[in-house]
């Protein structure tokens, strides 16, 4: 049976291509602005709304997209106020957030320790149609935000006293992009798990930023590595029986280990061509006369 007839699998890999799209998209925002593990940091506290979600008997997800936007703009309050002991807040969020959502699905009549396995490491094939159209609704945010935005967001990223000083709101686009990153962990939570979430945001970023020269190559380069390895992974965990997000995870850091491999010989080339590039444009420089002789005159 082919693995496009199983209605299961085909859920799985939309769902995959929606990961493979949005995490690099605003991973590489992360990235720039030196916060790779934000998005851990989000899951753990992505977890409580699981946890709540199953308490109430209402979606996971829907009621995790709002704990970690919470979370998330808590974060971002906390690294602008709290410039002393930010770190140790950070921790108690991180680390709360983990043990309320474990302590909320064992006090719920339907969780369970396979529940809880479930959204921590991700199980792409139970994904269902609902799923699906949440996924969807919150992937198209995330990609409206991400390109629609991305001259704004990149010079906060690379700069945030030059973008303030061109008159950008700088702390309304470092909320988005906070808020962006929360909402990009649930959607990707069901795929690879809310432990393993940063790690698609960031290694397909990477790899991307190994080879690419330009920040627009290198965000379509980390999204299509990322829809690569979501889709493959997908597939060989179906047919190796193992599970997906691990398989995912281990094939991005794969490719960044092959791209970094590349990367030394791809710069060696372009220095070449540039030195060569520079000899050919010396020899072809016309040297000009700095002042005319008498007799350079043309006489008629």
Same mark, same amino acid.
């Given at each position: 049976?082919?693995?496009?007839?199983?209605?299961?699998?085909?859920?799985?890999?939309?769902?995959?291509?929606?990961?493979?799209?949005?995490?690099?998209?605003?991973?590489?925002? =992360?990235?720039?602005?030196?916060?790779?593990?934000?998005?851990?940091?989000?899951?753990?506290?992505?977890? /409580?709304?699981?946890? =709540?979600?199953?308490?109430?008997?209402?979606?996971?997800?829907?009621?995790?997209?709002?704990?970690?936007?919470?979370?998330?703009?808590?974060?971002?309050?906390?690294?602008?106020?709290?410039?002393?002991?930010?770190?140790?807040?950070?921790?108690?969020?991180?680390?709360?957030?983990?043990?309320?959502?474990?302590?909320?699905?064992?006090?719920?009549?339907?969780?369970?320790?396979?529940?809880?396995? /479930?959204?921590?490491?991700?199980?792409?094939?139970?994904?269902?149609?609902?799923?699906?159209?949440?996924?969807?609704?919150?992937?198209?945010?995330?990609?409206?935000?991400?390109?629609?935005?991305?001259?704004?967001?990149?010079?906060?990223?690379?700069?945030?006293?030059?973008?303030?000083?061109?008159?950008?709101?700088?702390?309304?686009?470092?909320?988005?992009?906070?808020?962006?990153?929360?909402?990009?962990?649930?959607?990707?939570?069901?795929?690879?798990?809310?432990?393993?979430?940063?790690?698609?945001?960031?290694?397909?970023?990477?790899?991307?930023?190994?080879?690419?020269?330009?920040?627009? /190559?290198?965000?379509?380069?980390?999204?299509?590595?990322?829809?690569? #390895?979501?889709?493959?992974?997908?597939?060989?965990?179906?047919?190796?029986?193992?599970?997906?997000?691990?398989?995912?995870?281990?094939?991005?850091?794969?490719?960044?280990?092959?791209?970094?491999?590349?990367?030394?010989?791809?710069?060696?080339?372009?220095?070449?061509?540039?030195?060569?590039?520079?000899?050919?444009?010396?020899?072809?420089?016309?040297? #000009?006369?700095?002042?005319?002789?008498?007799?350079?005159?043309?006489?008629?």
């Amino acid at each position: 049976m082919d693995i496009l007839d199983l209605a299961f699998m085909q859920r799985a890999l939309i769902a995959a291509l929606l990961v493979g799209v949005t995490a690099p998209a605003i991973g590489i925002y =992360l990235v720039q602005r030196r916060q790779a593990l934000m998005g851990d940091g989000i899951g753990h506290v992505a977890l /409580t709304g699981v946890g =709540l979600g199953f308490l109430l008997n209402t979606s996971p997800v829907w009621m995790a997209t709002a704990v970690s936007v919470a979370g998330a703009v808590a974060m971002e309050l906390i690294r602008w106020f709290g410039r002393t002991r930010g770190d140790l807040a950070l921790s108690m969020l991180f680390y709360g957030g983990m043990a309320g959502g474990v302590m909320l699905m064992s006090l719920s009549p339907n969780g369970s320790n396979a529940n809880l396995m /479930t959204y921590l490491f991700g199980s792409i094939v139970t994904v269902s149609p609902s799923d699906i159209t949440t996924m969807c609704v919150l992937a198209a945010f995330v990609m409206l935000v991400t390109l629609g935005l991305r001259r704004q967001l990149f010079a906060v990223c690379q700069d945030e006293e030059f973008a303030r000083v061109t008159g950008l709101p700088v702390r309304l686009l470092n909320l988005l992009i906070a808020v962006t990153a929360a909402v990009t962990v649930t959607v990707a939570m069901r795929a690879v798990g809310l432990l393993l979430v940063s790690a698609l945001m960031v290694i397909p970023v990477a790899a991307a930023q190994q080879i690419a020269r330009s920040f627009a /190559t290198t965000f379509a380069m980390a999204a299509g590595l990322g829809v690569l #390895v979501s889709l493959a992974g997908t597939t060989t965990s179906y047919y190796q029986d193992v599970p997906a997000g691990a398989t995912i995870v281990l094939m991005a850091i794969v490719l960044f280990v092959a791209f970094t491999a590349l990367a030394a010989p791809l710069a060696r080339r372009r220095a070449r061509r540039a030195k060569g590039a520079a000899a050919d444009e010396e020899r072809c420089t016309l040297e #000009v006369p700095e002042a005319r002789t008498p007799t350079d005159d043309v006489r008629v």
